[in-house]
């Protein structure tokens, strides 16, 4: 099937790398809000999201990764020979450099960053195959630190078949926005007024901002930071961009400061509301209504409309949230997120069903005859022996059982006749499972493997009405035991034509009737 980027379709050998080209790849979406996620749409103020959190590598950060990598081949920095690169990164880039490493024959990319990373998030870099080295320390350490993460990766870059992009001064960064996130906004957005997007690195809001103002010198560029000695990932407080190189001066024309709790908060708004996108994007947005408010009081928000008398704004999404998740229940705390019902189940009942694990009564029966039969047990088709593992009150299995010499039919007492159906029943559930899977546990003397009672044999489990059995069998079958549990217990076996319990409880050593045992 031929390519064809209008329809979203790459073919061939080179199908990743142009599902990865801006230039060969329909533009990121640019997504307006609606009226209940803007509340400047009665004064004519129309706001786009641009998702360049759904690029392929579903952060921002492509975009920088990407024209690092094809201008150090286009000047000779990556060759054939280089087999790693070397990167310091929160996260985002070093993602995006991973994958596209691999794309372009690079075989491993290092990642250097803070100690404070999430474990969410060092798992997620590990997930993408990242060979990761941890620094202490500031988490946002300065280039020139000879202890920080920036430094070390400057110098190991020196080394040979290795390449550090250098995210933190390569002017190749910044360039990608100028060369793709800018163009994409303009053409989609061509009446823009207001630009606005969170400054970490600064990459996104240098690239964007100073193309913008280039093709379009009314627009206005907000950046977005956070509030002093506040976090939010990926994006700085102020007085961090003091020694950032880029050019980030030149491409803002103000400064808002978000806090991460806003941040986080209006993030979750526009998840639920369908935009699935991560906390720097919160903060953009906030920052945006920031700037919008001073000038709406100052009077000044007509000085921003287009021909048509609207504002329209576009503001950065740089990534989804599912990194972020534990963050935001840091950050928001319990009463955003609705309450866990039956929370108690947390942790109990956690292994596997099968609806092949469960019998009718019939079935149980037949294979009670098959036991019994003399070929079953010869030495040419020995198989394993039968167990019955009876569940229900001592009273109850004395009154009446299943036993005959090829049987072996062991009796572990809950008291669950009176109690409710574990299923419907969480307490129950609870208390039903820890007893279990302590008797039932390999080391359980009477039950375990070196009791010799249930290791090697089939087991069938047996309780009133199914649902002990069923839970005692999951346990077993998770012991390796291969267990089934009879459907309806006893109840559906008494309940069964022809008095299918009495006689499976009367069935004798060769297969003849019997009393009950």
Excluded at 168 to 173: G, I, L, T
Excluded at 467 to 495: K, P, T, Y
Aim: hydrophobic share 35%; charged share 20%.
């Amino acid at each position: 099937m031929p390519s064809d980027p209008l329809l979203n379709v790459f073919s061939g050998e080179d199908a990743l790398h142009n599902f990865y080209h801006p230039e060969k790849a329909p533009p990121i979406p640019l997504v307006e809000l609606p009226e209940r996620l803007n509340p400047y749409k009665k004064d004519g103020v129309h706001i786009y999201a641009k998702l360049l959190s759904h690029t392929p590598a579903t952060n921002v950060k492509l975009y920088p990764a990407l024209n690092m990598i094809l201008r150090g081949k286009e000047k000779g920095k990556i060759t054939d020979d280089t087999h790693t690169l070397v990167e310091y990164s929160s996260g985002s880039t070093v993602i995006s450099m991973g994958i596209l490493a691999n794309i372009y024959g690079i075989h491993n990319t290092k990642a250097y960053l803070s100690n404070k990373t999430s474990p969410t998030k060092l798992d997620l870099l590990r997930f993408f195959g990242l060979d990761l080295t941890l620094f202490a320390g500031h988490g946002q350490p300065e280039p020139l630190d000879p202890n920080g993460g920036i430094f070390t990766a400057t110098q190991d870059g020196e080394q040979e078949g290795c390449y550090n992009p250098d995210q933190y001064s390569n002017p190749e960064n910044y360039e990608s926005h100028m060369r793709w996130t800018g163009p994409q906004i303009m053409k989609q957005l061509p009446s823009i007024s207001v630009f606005a997007a969170s400054i970490g690195t600064s990459g996104t809001m240098t690239g964007t901002g100073l193309y913008l103002k280039s093709v379009k010198p009314s627009v206005a560029r907000v950046g977005v930071c956070t509030t002093p000695g506040d976090r939010v990932p990926g994006p700085r407080m102020f007085s961090l961009l003091a020694p950032v190189e880029f050019p980030w001066r030149d491409a803002v024309d103000c400064i808002e400061e978000v806090t991460p709790f806003e941040s986080f908060e209006k993030s979750l708004e526009l998840c639920r509301a369908g935009l699935l996108v991560g906390p720097s994007s919160g903060l953009a947005l906030i920052g945006l209504f920031k700037f919008l408010e001073k000038k709406k009081k100052a009077g000044e928000l007509d000085w921003l409309r287009g021909a048509d008398g609207g504002i329209d704004c576009a503001f950065i999404c740089c990534d989804q949230p599912f990194q972020y998740i534990s963050e935001y229940y840091d950050k928001l705390g319990s009463s955003y997120f609705l309450p866990i019902r039956n929370a108690e189940l947390i942790g109990v009942d956690p292994y596997n069903y099968n609806v092949d694990w469960e019998i009718t009564p019939a079935t149980a029966h037949e294979m009670l005859v098959a036991s019994l039969t003399p070929s079953s047990s010869s030495s040419s088709n020995p198989g394993p022996d039968l167990a019955i593992l009876d569940l229900r009150d001592a009273p109850d299995f004395a009154a009446a059982h299943i036993a005959h010499p090829s049987t072996r039919t062991y009796n572990l007492p809950l008291g669950a006749r009176a109690a409710p159906n574990p299923y419907k029943h969480p307490c129950t559930m609870c208390e039903q499972f820890a007893l279990l899977d302590t008797r039932l546990g390999a080391d359980d003397a009477e039950f375990g493997v070196r009791s010799g009672a249930l290791d090697g044999r089939a087991v069938l489990t047996l309780s009133y009405t199914g649902h002990v059995a069923r839970l005692a069998m999951s346990i077993l079958r998770n012991r390796g035991v291969v267990a089934h549990c009879v459907m309806g217990g006893v109840e559906a076996w008494e309940a069964a034509e022809g008095e299918l319990w009495e006689r499976s409880c009367g069935l004798g050593a060769n297969g003849g009737e019997g009393g009950l045992a």
